[in-house]
């Protein structure tokens, strides 16, 4: 049997031969004498069992490498072992310093008091559930009214119970009453919104006859003297809401005066006269052109009033109901300029003679006039040209 290991002479297959330092001594005598060596016969067995191999050999730089090689080959149960300890130890530690963060970390805080955010005073309660009814009846019937100018308003108590976010615990036994300040804000806003009046101005226009003629009596306009008081009230009643003693608000109101103007403030403006049948196409304040029209019938008249274009068609079937209750449909109406809503528009008109125009107001309230004008206005006028119309 032969072992394998590092380059070592054996002898046999249990002794290794004993290192000795051999020293060479050279005599003062003649050289001609033989040279003996002085080796110890003990520590050889026997002479015969000795097998000397000698083999000649150069350095090669993958020989250190093959020893490592043949070392962890020799001991690689070992050295797995020994790294298996050493991650075992070091997940050990790891695991350890994490159960003693997580240890330390339970210990702050129970030793901690849990800090709770504190009840805004008037904006919120919480109350055993079984007297919940009872405290909502007494916040939204307390008496509350808004003062808008001249205008009192009484809250209904629908609307103050909109004002209320109403929350049951997980087990019923207890329920929060909160104040939605920001739903105070958008009620109070709306409520306010309804007397709040945008001024009509005052439009004079002039023709041949050099006359001025007002087409648009001015009206004045309110507005709220300051726009913060319904944000500041809104908070004032949310801090006093369910303490359920009465709310009573009041939010001052200004005139805002109208304005005298000619068809010079616009860039473009479409006068119509239902009396007498005209229209009149006004850009930069001139009068571009001059058409006449067939208006709204007396059992269907055309509205009067300031309008803007809204939608336009170069062709559409238009439907309705006479005044009788019948059915009307006209097919492939042309140039449509909608107005107002429910289907006022200035369009063309193919099925009345030109005789018509300027003579009998026969509409279902649209101002029509012949196709070829009605063109002529459609190019004209684009969305958000005023049209205003009177008698």
């Given amino acids: 049997m032969s072992r394998m290991g590092a380059p070592t002479n054996f002898v046999g297959n249990d002794f290794v031969f004993p290192k000795a330092k051999i020293q060479i001594q050279r005599p003062v005598a003649a050289p001609s004498q033989p040279i003996r060596l002085s080796i110890p016969v003990a520590a050889t067995p026997s002479a015969a069992s000795i097998e000397v191999s000698v083999t000649h050999t150069t350095f090669s730089w993958h020989k250190p490498f093959q020893t490592f090689v043949d070392f962890l080959h020799k001991y690689s149960l070992g050295a797995f072992a020994l790294m298996f300890l050493m991650v075992g130890a070091s997940g050990i530690q790891v695991a350890s310093s994490y159960k003693a963060g997580q240890i330390e970390n339970s210990f702050k805080n129970s030793s901690l008091p849990t800090a ?59 329920t ?16 306010a919104n309804k007397y709040v ?57 200004e005139s805002v005066p109208f304005q005298a103007l000619t068809p010079a403030a616009f860039d473009k403006l479409i006068e119509v006269n239902v009396n007498t049948k005209q229209l009149y196409a006004y850009e930069k304040g001139q009068i571009v052109n001059t058409l006449p029209i067939s208006a709204g019938a007396p059992a269907t008249p055309t509205p009067i009033g300031q309008f803007k274009i809204f939608s336009k068609l170069a062709v559409q079937d238009m439907k309705g109901f006479n005044p009788n209750g019948t059915k009307y449909f006209q097919p492939n109406v042309r140039w449509i300029n909608y107005f107002l809503p429910g289907g006022f528009a200035i369009h063309g008109n193919y099925w009345r003679p030109a005789s018509w125009f300027g003579n009998i107001n026969s509409s279902h309230g649209c101002v029509s006039l012949p196709d070829q ?4 206005i459609y190019d004209f006028a684009p969305v958000g040209t005023t049209v205003i119309t009177h008698n």
């Fill in 116 to 174: 709770k955010a504190p009840a805004i005073a008037g904006l919120n309660t919480t109350i055993p559930s079984s007297e919940v009814d009872k405290e909502v009846q007494k916040i939204i019937n307390q008496t509350a009214t808004l003062k808008i100018g001249d205008q009192v308003l009484n809250i209904k108590p629908e609307t103050i119970k909109s004002w209320l976010k109403i929350t049951a615990s997980p087990d019923n036994s207890t």
């Fill in 176 to 191: 929060s009453i909160q104040v939605r300040s920001k739903t105070i804000a958008a009620s109070l806003n709306a409520l």
């Fill in 197 to 253: 009046i945008t001024p009509v101005d005052q439009i004079t226009v002039v023709h041949e006859d050099g006359i001025p003629t007002i087409v648009v009596n001015g009206k004045n306009g309110t507005r709220l003297t300051d726009p913060k008081t319904l944000d500041t009230q809104a908070a004032q009643i949310a801090k006093v809401l369910m303490d359920a003693k009465g709310i009573a608000l009041n939010t001052p109101m």
């Fill in 373 to 376: 004008q009605a063109k002529w």
